[in-house]
């Protein structure tokens, strides 16, 4: 956009993957015409419809999690939750202003954040 190079720039890009990879749909699917971007489309959908748009290769319909991250089968329980986290960071990434995107350390801890809360925290079970 004739601006100078940063780090914004990658954080931008990387939420834009987040949306990519967790709703299957790219910022140039023949859906986003007009007004409706990728980052539109995933923000509306938050926090409560993220199973909605999910890539269907995560099969919401069938499977349930409890607050562990455990299967426990049938429905999308809790499923959303956690989709609806990593679509959030990926919303918050590629905000239009580059000083409004998250910074990239508060990325990962959130990331592992969502992590801890689906599979636990790695660091207990070293001990």
Known sequence: MGKEVSTFGDVYSYGVVLMELFTG???TDSMFT????????????LPDRAAEIADPWFNFENEAFD?????S?????NAGKWLGSVLGIGVACSADSPIERMKIEDVLRELHNVR????GDHRRRRA
């Open 116 to 119: 801890n809360r689906l599979v």
């Open 73 to 77: 089968g049938g429905g999308t329980g």
């Open 34 to 45: 007009g007004e409706l971007s990728l980052r539109d489309y995933v923000k509306a959908a």
């Open 25 to 27: 749909k790219r910022p």
């Open 67 to 71: 607050q562990n991250g455990q299967s």
